[in-house]
């Protein structure tokens, strides 16, 4: 074979693996935010995100959700094929809708917050 030849083939078989990586990493992260209750809204690669520089297994994106109480996020996400998913920089960029009556339901949002207390606590051990 020639060497041009034996380039091509392997820039295509390149792309073709960061392609399936792409598609695979989507499924992951989206299945992250469904376990939580999350509302899964948009996903776009951020390869200079938070945390690029010097990691070499790991690909950054940047998604959109929605979690239980109506609130929109944004938030960087490493994740790859051996390691789970990571949120970095999580931010509400759109708060839920008061409810008409003015009351918040304590209940509701001291059960949101244990669940995230029992989440953390799970994430450090």
Same mark, same amino acid.
């Not at 520089?53 to 996020?73: A, C, M, N, P, W």
């Given at each position: 074979? +020639? ?31 469904? +376990?939580?209750?999350? +509302? ?84 450090? +051990?």
């Amino acid at each position: 074979m +020639e060497p041009l030849t034996l380039v091509v083939f392997f820039l295509v078989i390149a792309l073709v693996l960061r392609l399936i990586a792409g598609a695979v990493d989507g499924h992951r992260v989206e299945e992250y935010a469904r +376990e939580r209750g999350w +509302e899964f809204v948009d996903k776009s690669w951020a390869p200079f995100g938070p945390g690029w520089f010097g990691e070499k297994g790991s690909r950054i994106y940047l998604i959109t959700y929605r979690d239980q109480q109506g609130h929109v996020h944004r938030a960087h996400v490493k994740t790859s094929m051996l390691s789970g998913v990571y949120l970095t920089g999580d931010e509400i960029v759109e708060h839920a809708p008061m409810p008409a009556d003015g009351e918040v339901d304590l209940a509701a949002e001291n059960k949101t917050l244990r669940d995230r207390v029992a989440e953390l606590e799970a994430e450090s +051990e």
